[in-house]
């Protein structure tokens, strides 16, 4: 997995071919990667169309998203500051 997978760790080469960059690689379930594109603008349909046709999808995935992203939200919780509170508490509550 690339780990920190969100449209700032993208770009693309002087060729025009995507890149990935700063993996905080691991190795877990795919979801996880595709729930942090999700959580920070998420990328252009043609990136999940692509990744759905190579991946496949398990049922309940949409259920599952956020509480990937709980992770991330903490993460930035402590990192950053109070403006992740809200989402963490959403979170939290839902799955509790």
């Known amino acids: 997995m690339h780990g920190d997978?969100?449209?700032?760790?993208?770009m693309s080469d002087e060729n025009g071919q995507p890149m990935l960059i700063d993996p905080a690689v691991y190795v877990g379930c795919n979801e996880a990667d595709i729930a942090m594109t999700e959580l920070f603008g998420g990328f252009d349909s043609r990136f999940y169309m692509a990744y759905f046709e190579a991946m496949g999808t398990v049922p309940g995935y949409e259920e599952r998203r956020d509480l990937y992203n709980l992770y991330h939200l903490t993460n930035h919780l402590n990192l950053f500051g109070s403006a992740y509170l809200s989402a963490v508490v959403r979170t939290i509550e839902r799955y509790s």
Do not use: H, P, Y
Not at 5 to 10: K, Y
């Open 5 to 10: 997978l969100w449209s700032g760790n993208f």
